[in-house]
């Protein structure tokens, strides 16, 4: 099977998505698509997107799903943009209803529906898709958000914000439905994989000097994750994410990413 990965960068937000394909079936899969959004005009740009329809015209491929890995904070989805011109699936785990039962009220959405019908496919654990011969298995991996789920495609695994590259660390916890301590047990399912598993990141933030990456492996993260690397205790990791939290400012685009991404990127 010919199964290749191509990635897509959006500066703004330092957001990577993905396009998962079957080159000899001719199918693929989008994952973490992004909607660029100027908050000073209210103007979106899809130029990332527009980069992908073109990579999925050149290849010949047919796009069979749209995948989030949980209702992302920092970036407008651009589901509904690749939607209207495939007509391809919206996939995402199904604890988005309890995202958007929250948000419902915290926006005050008295019209907003809160059973994840906005959605295409609400997903649960060890639910398995197809693109091409590829199969795509659902791993639920909440804690950064209710949501999350990570995405496990052959020896490949996208992880959304649930973890960053080994000196970034992993994902904030502090958003309504979030948990330490339950980051800290899906990271333990992710890390259980076999060392030679390539985590795919939505993001990476880097330090000074090192230049921008958005794939680890498993092996990578267990020896050198800075936040649970190493055999961290449980009790020690909440402790140090709560610290960390309480220390962060909300993400810039927090505001619009949300009432557009709960409504699968309308």
């Not at 199918?27 to 000073?40: E, G, M």
């Not at 039962?101 to 654990?125: I, M, S, V």
């Not at 992993?170 to 985590?199: E, Q």
């Amino acid at each position: 099977m010919n199964q290749q990965i191509t990635e897509f960068f959006e500066s703004d937000t330092n957001t990577i998505s993905y396009v998962l394909a079957d080159q000899e079936a001719g199918q693929a899969a989008v994952i973490d698509p992004v909607l660029s959004f100027d908050p000073v005009t209210g103007r979106t740009h899809s130029e990332v997107l527009d980069s992908m329809l073109d990579f999925l015209r050149e290849q010949a491929l047919e796009l069979v799903w749209i995948l989030e890995t949980h209702a992302h904070a920092d970036h407008m989805s651009g589901a509904q943009y690749l939607h209207d011109r495939t007509g391809a699936p919206v996939g995402i785990g199904e604890g988005i209803r309890q995202v958007q039962a929250h948000f419902k009220q915290f926006f005050n959405l008295p019209e907003l529906d809160t059973d994840g019908r906005q959605f295409d496919r609400l997903l649960t654990d060890g639910d398995e898709l197809e693109v091409g011969r590829i199969k795509v298995r659902v791993m639920v991996t909440p804690g950064h958000t209710s949501d999350s789920v990570t995405y496990l495609a052959g020896d490949a695994a996208f992880v959304g914000d649930t973890l960053f590259m080994p000196d970034v660390g992993t994902a904030r916890c502090d958003f309504p439905g979030g948990d330490a301590g339950m980051l800290y047990d899906s990271i333990d399912k992710l890390l259980s994989l076999p060392g030679s598993t390539r985590l795919y990141m939505c993001h990476d933030y880097p330090p000074a000097g090192r230049d921008f990456k958005f794939v680890t492996t498993v092996a990578e993260q267990r020896t050198a994750n800075i936040h649970v690397g190493n055999g961290r205790s449980k009790s020690d990791f909440i402790a140090l994410r709560e610290e960390r939290d309480a220390e962060l400012d909300a993400p810039r685009l927090i505001l619009p990413s949300l009432q557009v991404n709960i409504r699968a990127g309308n």
